[in-house]
């Protein structure tokens, strides 16, 4: 299971990082990618990272202002978001799956878990 943390509340213009750990597991040779649902509306993929953190992806909703990484290990990866809007105000989790290995893919994720509310508000 993947967990992903570092949510909360924040401001318009506001800034936070998410983290995304897998306890129990190694996933560092997988692909990670971060995903985010609004209240009401459907999940959305927002951003990947290869396994050798060379690689990334980025919806056009939250280019420029979000940036993905992996930590030095490999075993974290991390969720920089900046200049957020209420827009952005949802459930974020990370997740990978089978066809994650060493590179992002536009097929299913597999594993994730409960994910961290981002609220967006003033």
């Known amino acids: 299971q993947l967990q992903a943390s570092g949510g909360g509340l924040v401001q318009p213009g506001g800034s936070l990082r998410l983290s995304c750990t897998t306890p129990?597991?190694?996933?560092?040779?997988?692909?990670i990618g971060w995903l985010r649902q609004a209240p009401g509306k459907e999940r959305e993929r927002i951003s990947c990272?290869?396994?050798?953190?060379?690689?990334?992806i980025y919806s056009d909703s939250i280019r420029g202002r979000f940036t993905v990484s992996r930590g030095n290990t490999k075993k974290m990866v991390y969720l920089q978001m900046n200049n957020l809007n209420p827009e952005d105000t949802a459930v974020y989790y990370c997740?990978?799956?089978?066809?994650?290995?060493?590179?992002?893919?536009?097929?299913?994720?597999?594993?994730w878990g409960p994910g961290t509310q981002v609220t967006v508000s003033s």
């Open positions: 997740a990978t799956g089978f066809h994650y290995h060493l590179a992002c893919s536009s097929r299913e994720y597999d594993y």
């Open positions: 129990g597991f190694s996933f560092v040779d997988y692909a």
């Open positions: 990272i290869s396994s050798d953190g060379k690689n990334t």
